[in-house]
């Protein structure tokens, strides 16, 4: 995938979620910030665990969840991270709670070596 392609709705994404995050238990909205918000395309990144800390997960949701919210999806490779994407797009706290409600967390431990 090159700079700047666009993927399909069904696409999974991954976004780093760390234990700051949580609140009573609960994935804060918080988390889904930033006009370009740093995601990775679970089905190239081939080992998410390597670059998770122990304590760190990921909130998984599919590219249609962010069109819905008007947001852009477009990937971004890195060179230490071919994975690498961008949710692109003003994250009011509808759209930051849209984010988190269609998300999914997997915990370090269920995510390892996944794609």
Request: aromatic residues 6%; charged residues 25%.
């Amino acid at each position: 995938m090159s700079k700047g392609d666009r993927f399909e709705g069904g696409e999974r994404l991954w976004r780093r979620i760390h234990p700051h995050f949580f609140k009573d238990g609960r994935m804060t909205s918080a988390a889904f910030s930033g006009f370009e918000m740093s995601v990775d395309i679970a089905s190239v990144q081939k080992d998410m665990s390597v670059t998770l800390g122990a304590d760190t997960g990921v909130a998984e949701f599919q590219v249609v969840a962010a069109q819905k919210l008007n947001q852009r999806t477009v990937a971004d490779p890195l060179p230490n991270n071919p994975a690498h994407a961008l949710v692109v797009g003003h994250k009011s706290k509808s759209v930051k709670r849209g984010l988190r409600d269609a998300a999914t967390f997997h915990s370090r431990g269920t995510i390892m070596g996944t794609a």
